[in-house]
């Protein structure tokens, strides 16, 4: 750079407006004379402020340095390498430029330091990972919650002893095939069923076998139905199995088949025998969801009045 007089001595209007070239003027007492987008974007600046004193923010050089060197006699640069500027306790940047001395005021010139876009580019690939490993974890955290939530509603509506449907979640899904058989008319059986002298079982050989009684009748109930079908514990030893889009005959048929097979079925450490007696009925349009366990709870009444071990159908 070549200059003649202090008039000239300005910075080029090519390099005004440009951010990735560092140009600004300084006169002795450390005062911005002129710079351009370049020195603003560096030092965080949006615009030039009025008297800028910017000796504080030439860190390495610093200003002291840089002016006690000697202005060259063919117009080189006092100083060529790297500068780092800016505010050391906010942002300070580097560049590599050089500083040229005419008389009372240095002019500084460089680009970016390379250093600083490595070093942002590395930032943005490690942003990057940091990104993906953290949408990996939500993702596997997601889908875990999804199995626990899976869980937890098969735990509210199962039976813990028998892992058949509980009767909360046997109501709720009864008033759904009611509304169903209602709005289609479609045919719909329940039964309603309960281990005779349960209570002789349990004083005789204890707890122990009881529970395992009431599993092997739950356990055959399940192996009897249709996956259709919903087998149900309602509470202690009474049972209840829910038979949708299925008429009285075929629903009869298939609890004789579970009556006649349980009652000759061994149950663990028990050495008698041991059956259940059956309540069976049909849908009817007039039905609600309590009419309907009313009338088969009677038809199960009738059945252990006559005898125990047999079916009723209302």
């Not at 009748?217 to 030893?237: Q, V």
């Not at 209840?240 to 061994?266: K, V, W, Y």
């Amino acid at each position: 750079m070549e200059i003649t007089t202090k008039s000239e001595f300005t910075i080029p209007s090519l390099l005004q407006n440009l951010t990735s070239v560092v140009a600004v003027i300084i006169n002795d007492g450390g005062i911005v004379r002129e710079n351009n987008a370049g020195f603003l974007f560096i030092t965080g600046e949006q615009a030039t402020p009025s008297q800028w004193d910017v000796r504080s923010l030439l860190v390495q050089p610093s200003f002291n340095e840089l002016k006690q060197i000697l202005p060259t006699a063919n117009g080189e640069p006092v100083y060529q390498g790297l500068l780092n500027i800016g505010d050391i306790t906010k942002q300070c940047r580097t560049i590599q430029g050089a500083v040229y001395r005419f008389n009372d005021e240095l002019l500084i010139v460089g680009e970016h330091s390379i250093s600083d876009l490595e070093q942002l580019s590395a930032s943005i690939v490690e942003l990057n990972e940091e990104l993906s490993a953290t949408q990996r974890a939500l993702v596997k955290t997601n889908n875990q919650l999804k199995r626990n939530e899976k869980k937890l509603t098969q735990l509210m509506q199962t039976d813990p002893l028998t892992d058949i449907a509980n009767r909360r979640h046997f109501e709720a899904i009864c008033q759904q095939e009611i509304t169903r058989a209602k709005r289609y008319n479609q045919p719909l059986c329940l039964a309603m069923a309960d281990i005779d002298k349960f209570k002789s079982i349990n004083d005789t050989y204890g707890h122990s076998v009881g529970d395992c009684v009431i599993q092997s009748f739950a356990n055959l109930m399940k192996t009897e139905s249709r996956e259709s079908d919903l087998p149900a514990r309602i509470g202690g030893e009474e049972f209840a199995l829910l038979m949708p889009q299925t008429q009285i005959g075929d629903a009869l048929n298939m609890i004789e088949r579970l009556r006649q097979t349980f009652s000759t079925t061994e149950h663990c450490d028990c050495e008698q025998t041991v059956t259940a007696s059956f309540g069976l009925i049909q849908f009817q349009s007039q039905d609600t969801l309590s009419e309907m366990l009313r009338r088969v709870d009677k038809a199960l009444y009738q059945a252990k009045s006559n005898g125990r071990n047999q079916t009723i159908c209302d």
